[in-house]
């Protein structure tokens, strides 16, 4: 099994920046990828940024540009550095793993965009 704790959600101005940690134990050589996701009020869960175990990033379009994931290994912590925020990036965060058994995921930390 993989446990992750996220951290580092607040309430920021429209335009400052957040980063965003996620820490895992347990399994973690089992991890083939991990996503940050978020979920904003009345609406679906959407994946924002993954980064697999051999590097490789991705990003939806409306993030591209402002939002950087990168891992620190040494740590076990994957981070979503956020820059440019808008009040639309107003959501829960939540980070999953991906294993070859199952998907895991944390408990989420709140990001809110004042405007």
């Known amino acids: 099994q993989v446990q992750l704790v996220e951290s580092g959600g607040g309430l920021v101005q429209a335009g400052g920046s957040l980063r965003l940690s996620c820490t895992a134990s347990g399994s973690i050589s089992s991890i083939n990828a991990v996503g940050w996701y978020r979920q904003a009020p009345g609406k679906e869960r959407e994946l924002v940024a993954g980064i697999t175990s051999g590097g490789s990033t991705n990003y939806a379009d409306s993030v591209k540009g402002r939002f950087t994931i990168s891992r620190d290994n040494a740590k076990n912590t994957v981070y979503l550095q956020m820059n440019g925020l808008k009040p639309e990036d107003t959501a829960v965060y939540y980070c999953?793993?991906?294993?070859?058994?199952?998907?895991?995921w944390g408990q989420g930390t709140q990001v809110t965009v004042s405007s």
């Open positions: 999953a793993a991906d294993t070859w058994i199952d998907d895991y």
